[in-house]
């Protein structure tokens, strides 16, 4: 027999709904955030109302290690959209989730996001389960290095090259047109050479580390409730923590503006913007 699925509340304005609080007020929550709750930040998602995947398809990581073309643009790309993304800060849903830990009701924080803002906003100890936009790898000889070193390098390399990015994807690279991207100079790995440095992220088609799966898996087999924050878990990458609680019997809240794939594993959903219910839920229990 299956299950009913939860009902959905919308939290009115600065509310938040009593069953959402109860759960979080039980403490030993993990939290799972996705890109929803950066789109206050200015970081467009992918799956949403203006999602970036109802019009573009993302850099794959298959186009990124075979085709060097492909990957010249990406950097191209990247470099530009690299701007918005440095500029962009915590908004009040990511001060929410810091404010919950300090507050002693959290017990893990794992971001889908690559974009730094919970660590931005004070949160500690964050899984970044796709990697993080502020660092490189070499695929080449393996050499992990700070962003802001190699856009110094490519800001010298392409002197006045800075055109208009008519929009930014999750993942860093802006939307050019194709005439510009071939003035583009790229560099190489200061280690190794080689022009094959790639964001310290997981593409689309690439596997997240064995390890890094591992352990959010741990923090989810030992929490009192899984907490899914602005994500449509349509990737498996996510949703597999929702089915690993939901089999352990874990209580699962979704927050999300629009239906989720984990909506009927969900024991509390609420369909409402995370910027009006994550502050009202911080002040009911962490102020």
Not at 120 to 132: K, M, S, T, Y
Not at 144 to 152: F, H
């Amino acid at each position: 027999m299956t299950a009913a699925p939860p009902a959905v509340a919308a939290a009115a304005t600065g509310t938040c709904p009593d069953a959402l609080a109860d759960l979080v007020s039980d403490g030993d929550v993990v939290v799972l955030s996705g890109a929803g709750l950066s789109t206050d930040s200015g970081i467009p998602d992918y799956r949403g109302a203006t999602g970036s995947l109802r019009r573009h398809t993302p850099m794959t990581y298959q186009t990124f290690t075979r085709d060097p073309r492909g990957r010249h643009r990406y950097w191209a790309r990247s470099f530009v959209g690299w701007r918005q993304m440095r500029a962009a800060r915590p908004n009040d849903g990511h001060r929410a989730v810091a404010d919950l830990q300090a507050a002693g009701l959290l017990a893990g924080v794992i971001t889908q996001n690559v974009d730094g803002l919970h660590q931005a906003a004070g949160a500690r100890d964050v899984v970044e389960l796709h990697g993080g936009l502020d660092r490189t790898v070499c695929l080449g000889c393996g050499d992990v290095a700070d962003r802001g070193e190699l856009d110094l390098r490519l800001q010298e390399a392409n002197p006045g090259f800075g055109p208009r990015a008519d929009e930014v994807n999750p993942d860093g690279d802006a939307e050019l047109p194709d005439e510009v991207l071939d003035g583009f100079v790229m560099v190489g790995c200061l280690v190794c050479g080689e022009e094959l440095l790639k964001p310290d992220v997981v593409f689309f088609g690439e596997t997240v580390p064995r390890d890094r799966v591992d352990g959010c898996f741990a923090l989810v087999e030992d929490a009192g409730s899984l907490l899914v924050l602005g994500s449509s878990l349509t990737v498996m990458s996510g949703y597999r923590f929702v089915l690993r609680a939901a089999k352990l019997g874990i209580p699962v809240a979704i927050v999300n503006v629009g239906p989720t794939r984990g909506d009927e594993k969900a024991d509390v959903r609420v369909d409402a913007p995370l910027g009006d219910v994550l502050p009202a839920l911080a002040a009911r229990l962490a102020g």
